[in-house]
């Protein structure tokens, strides 16, 4: 043998040796510092297991591995310093450093020791500290789910894939690494992508111990509604004393829930509030809230002032024509209101409105079924308020329609139904049938750019009881009465005049129109006025021969207008922003319109209609201002002015005027306006009201004849941001140089929790004189405990 042929043999012989021998050991490390790899499977189901260490020793079934071991299979991977694998029953034990990574959620689990079983996915691990929905990979840390959990363990039970039993340990939702808020609890089980449920543990805020569950539910994905007890809230009133409040909410299924709570006042008595939500199907809602107080007396008089109110909403489109709504409120007594109703706007509202309709619409035709009950309460007494009825009534309508081919047009209005008027000293029958008909032809012509319309129209009206003057309210008796008029009204505006501006304002090119208008009205028959009962305003109208002029001022700004689309990629709390991006192009907006109008009335009686030194109300006086004015003849209404400014989406402008030429004064104002500059924001108002001087009443009478108020809000901020917003307001009369209410607020949101605190007093009279400090504290993903709602904040 030739030494070529021994050498070959020689080195075949080794190398079939050294491979041999491989997969039982491997004392050094591989070849540019690697570890050595094995291949195996799990027993049973043949997916492949990689084992990878320093060392690797096999006896029989086990594998030893001895230095960074790890064992790679399905998508995780398990490490640890010292690792033991029975590949016959795919246990896994380690010890030091050991970790699991992987799976459908990112598991991430570190423990000083461990035991796996590779084909059930449980095990056991001690002291650990792990995350779900973390990506770990080369030393960077980004986020695979938009709500990451993280949890400590003396000692965690892995169950499956997707559930951890934790002992004595932690667990928080909170942006990581450095948590601001966390459950400490001695029992925890993690559902993931669920929810976790907790077992006595201690809520910790920056590890300061705030409050202890005996039970708590946390979510820990986006997840339906789940049923539970809500989180507890707490507040004080110097008219309520300590308030305490909790719920139960209920999620009977995907479209239904319904809550359950009660308050409980130290100084007044018990409180109880119910909702129930449903979503039927897509196209319709449903819901009915009731709020009740037990009252035990007002502290000082006794005097019990408790009462409820339900409200009740729904909503349904049976096709794209036809529509059902229903919105009803029902208030037991307005001292109630005024006592236990926390907000302003509510408690400074006297009137309770229900209503329910079928609408359907179709073609230019529309009609209408409809209930409604308005209640006014005159005064805090009781059975002191004024209640309309409409059970039910039937409407149909249409909008102008063209007769054939002539240039004529006509429309219809027509209603029919029951209604019912009660009120002190005053009563109906409990069914007053009206039948209202009133057909219109017009002629509408347009010109040279001037457009004239002359309508003609008739209307019939039939009342089955009738008033009769008594020299007070009157009284309504069982005596049918026609109504019937024959009207007609004549449009023109002129062009419109327009100049635009070459000089331009901040790059903007600036426009100026101006819009006249002028109507004459003439309405005759009406001649039983004084006959009639006022239900709504179809019971009003009276004889007129006016002139109604006015003009509009526009001003509109052209120019090119640029908005900003922010590039942002996001990963539950891991985000990266990229360039912004501009969308721009040219636009024209309305900047400010300035209305002014007036009227001339020749009928100066309205047909007998007017009763001297009282407020009258007619059709044509309402029709220009909301503000009674008529208390005598009178040849010229006030002069109204309508101005609006809005520059862009952070300031604007509204201010509505009545000028009164007869008696030379203002009969109402009302001034408001809007500025955003960054974060900094304020908003404020004036509203003024005088009643008629020329009203003749009779006996002494404590009710003001004007009303004079200023209101304004400063903060800056806004309720979602991170870090400090704040805001104070304050309404104050003027007439009586009072505070009617103040308060400030005070918001600072970490991450993923803030704390909101607020101070409001209101002066509003006896029945709302108090001092209120309400707080709350929010957690994302759970809740938020306190007694400042998000429909009572400031801002």
């Not at 339906?224 to 300590?242: A, D, E, F, H, V």
């Not at 209920?250 to 709570?261: E, H, K, L, T």
């Not at 054939?404 to 109906?428: C, H, I, K, Q």
């Not at 308060?743 to 605190?757: A, L, R, T």
Request: glycine share 10%; net charge positive; charged share 20%.
């Amino acid at each position: 043998m030739n030494l070529r042929i021994r050498i070959v043999t020689a080195v075949a012989v080794g190398c079939h040796l050294f491979l041999a021998l491989l997969p039982v050991t491997s004392q050094t490390p591989a070849a540019g510092g690697t570890s050595a790899a094995t291949a195996s499977t799990i027993p049973g189901e043949g997916e492949p297991v990689t084992i990878k260490a320093r060392e690797q020793e096999k006896k029989g079934d086990l594998f030893l591995l001895h230095g960074d071991g790890e064992i790679d299979f399905r998508d995780y991977i398990f490490r640890g310093d010292e690792v033991t694998y029975d590949s016959k029953t795919s246990e896994v034990t380690a010890t030091g450093h050991v970790t699991l990574d992987g799976g459908p959620h990112d598991d991430h689990v570190e423990a000083t020791k461990g035991h796996y079983n590779l084909r059930t996915e449980t095990g056991t691990f001690e002291d650990v500290s792990a995350t779900i929905g973390v990506r770990h990979r080369n030393g960077q840390t980004s986020f695979s789910s938009s709500n990451p959990v993280a949890f400590k363990g003396k000692t965690v039970s892995r169950e499956g894939p997707d559930r951890y039993i934790i002992t004595r340990g932690s667990i928080t939702t909170c942006k990581l690494p450095k948590p601001k808020w966390t459950f400490f609890a001695g029992k925890a089980v993690l559902e993931v992508g669920n929810k976790a449920k907790i077992y006595n543990s201690i809520f910790r805020v920056r590890g300061v111990p705030v409050f202890y569950f005996p039970y708590a539910e946390h979510p820990v994905e986006k997840l339906p509604r789940q049923s539970g007890i809500l989180i507890p809230s707490y507040g004080n009133s110097s008219r309520k004393g300590t308030v305490l409040s909790d719920s139960v909410y209920w999620a009977i299924n995907r479209s239904m829930d319904a809550q359950v709570g009660g308050q409980y006042y130290s100084k007044r008595g018990w409180g109880l509030n119910t909702s129930f939500r449903a979503r039927p199907s897509k196209d319709s809602i449903f819901g009915v809230g009731i709020y009740q107080v037990f009252d035990k007396g007002e502290p000082g008089t006794g005097f019990d002032q408790g009462g409820r109110e339900i409200r009740l909403g729904s909503e349904a489109h049976f096709d794209k024509k036809t529509r059902f709504l229903l919105a009803g409120d029902y208030l037991s007594s307005f001292v109630f209101r005024l006592a236990f109703v926390e907000n302003f706007t509510e408690v400074v509202n006297s009137e309770v409105r229900s209503t329910g309709f079928v609408s359907r619409n179709q073609n230019g035709y529309s009609l209408n079924l409809y209930a409604q009950r308005y209640q006014n309460f005159q005064s805090t007494l009781p059975n002191d308020n004024i209640q309309i009825l409409h059970i039910p009534s039937l409407e149909g309508g249409t909008v102008d329609r063209r007769i054939r081919a002539t240039p004529f047009y006509w429309n219809f209005d027509v209603s029919s139904g029951g209604l019912a008027r009660r009120e002190p000293l005053f009563a109906t029958a409990d069914y007053v049938g009206r039948v209202d008909v009133r057909p219109e032809v017009s002629l509408p012509v347009a010109w040279r750019g001037w457009s004239f319309r002359p309508a003609f129209g008739a209307r019939e009206t039939y009342y089955s009881q009738r008033l009769i003057p008594n020299g007070s309210v009157g009284e309504a008796i069982d005596q049918p009465v026609n109504r019937h008029d024959f009207d007609t009204e004549v449009e023109v505006r002129p062009p419109a005049l327009s100049r635009i501006f070459h000089k331009k304002v901040r790059g903007r090119t600036i426009k100026h129109t101006v819009e006249g208008r002028a109507i004459y009205r003439y309405v005759h028959g009406v001649d039983n006025f004084q006959n009639i009962i006022r239900f709504d305003s179809r019971d009003i109208l009276s004889d007129t021969s006016e002139l109604e002029y006015g003009v509009i001022n526009r001003i509109y700004a052209k120019g090119l207008h640029c908005d900003t689309i922010p590039k942002t990629v996001e990963m539950g709390q891991d985000s990266r922003k990229l360039r912004d991006s501009f969308q721009c192009g040219e636009s024209s907006r309305e900047i400010i319109s300035w209305e002014l109008a007036n009227k001339y009335f020749i009928n100066e009686d309205f047909g007998g209609a007017l009763v001297t030194g009282r407020r009258n109300v007619l059709s044509t006086t309402a029709d220009l201002t909301g503000i009674a004015f008529l208390t005598g003849p009178r040849s010229l209404s006030p002069v109204i002015s309508r101005l609006h400014v809005y520059t862009g989406p952070n300031t604007s402008i509204g201010w509505s005027l009545d000028y009164d030429p007869v008696t030379h004064r203002i009969n109402a104002s009302s001034l408001d306006f809007n500025n955003r500059i960054g974060e900094l924001f304020f908003n404020g108002g004036h509203a003024f009201l005088r009643a008629p001087g020329e009203i003749i009443v009779a006996g002494p009478s404590t009710a003001p004849n004007r009303f004079s108020q200023y209101h304004g809000l400063l903060g800056y901020g806004h309720p979602d941001k991170k870090g400090l917003s704040a805001a104070v307001t304050a309404s104050v009369d003027a007439n009586r140089g009072v505070i009617q209410s103040m308060g400030g607020q005070g918001n600072y949101n970490w991450d993923c929790c803030g704390v909101s605190v607020e101070y409001r007093r209101s002066g509003l009279g006896p029945l709302q004189t108090e001092d209120q400090v309400r707080f709350s504290f929010t957690l994302i993903n759970i809740g938020t405990f306190g007694s400042l709602s998000r429909n009572d904040r400031i801002f």
